[in-house]
């Protein structure tokens, strides 16, 4: 028979063709564009991995550790991050079904939400967030709901505007503190009515607490470490902020047996394990990376200050990030809104800095900027931001 072919299907899932790209790496297509650009963007530690670690890795291809591992991951690093989280979280799990290997938090945050979200299940989580979370949340074929957090709270989530979105329909409540992108941190008092929440209307808490060795004022709580959290809490962690070990990917998920099995059963089907050797390296990182770790901190540390006085002193109001390695400052006083900022400043100061919209709609008004970068490269942004912001007064 003779005729016009019928049209074609469309192929891809609608819930991944309506998914947008990340803003962040869609904003740095342009910036790698443009030489000589000096980025405060990219949210990566500008160390190397310390040389004991990468040694370890090394050592590991010599010895011919090629296999694979566990599908939850080498026994020696569960345990090494079971003693860890024990001594510095104040929680304590099982090696040998409480503790997954993952790759990067990021695998460990996908295999959570697939695990345990129902079809309109919904998922709440606080803006300005990082990228990732409203995207894994859809592509669980969940419910993302926002609760906003606000700069005159210091991006600290209320636990009266938390209220205000549940439904019947929530099921899990998902943490970053302290956050990416603003470097919010919750003091004691404010885990705990969230923790209250948290039990009074049976949600499962996923915390991400991958900046939590950066914090440069008070203490960390780990919500997982409250009283009848333990149970409904997933603790998630990894080596890539710390330990500068971005590109080695390894993260971890700890919890209830009950929890962490049901992730291991899609870790198993789509990724098997963890790299063998940089599973060694982390255990590495774990058991001689501290003091590395320290002098990082105590880097980014004078690194914030400088960067967030610079802001201040040209007009650009910024709150004093207690954690991670983001400053968030508020560009409202330059009339643009976030993205007209931001390119802006990159077409004609050559520096490269984050849309806070990039990280949720109630980013609008600021943008992200990594201190995680050289003094010299910080000052120098400082400079070229201060003669911008003057010539558009």
Known sequence: MSGSPSPRRTFVAEHIHVLPKSGIREFFDLVSTMKGVVSLGVGEPDFVTPWNIRESGIYSLEKGHTAYTSNLGLLPLRKAICDYVRSDYHVSYRPEDECLVTIGVSEALDMVMRAMIDPGDEVLYTEPCFVSYPAEIRMAHGVPVVVETREEDNFALNPALL??????????????????????????????????????????????????ELLYEGTHTSIASLPGMRERTIFLHGFSKAFAMTGWRVGYACGPAELIDPMMKIHQYSIMCASTMSQEAALDALLHGRRAMQEMRESYCERRNVIVNGFNRMGLRCLMPK?????????????????????????EEKVAVVPGTAFGACGEGFVRCSYAAGMDRIQLALERIAAFVERHK
């Open 163 to 212: 209220r205000e979105k549940l439904t019947p329909k929530s099921k899990i409540l998902l943490l970053n503190f302290p956050c990416n992108p603003t470097g919010a941190t919750l003091d004691p008092a404010t885990m705990q009515e969230i923790a209250d929440i948290a039990m009074e209307h049976d949600l499962l808490v996923v915390t991400d607490e991958i900046y939590s």
């Open 323 to 347: 954690g991670a390695f983001y400053a968030f400052p508020n560009i409202t006083s330059s009339g643009m809104d976030s993205v007209t900022f931001a390119k802006t400043l990159l077409q």
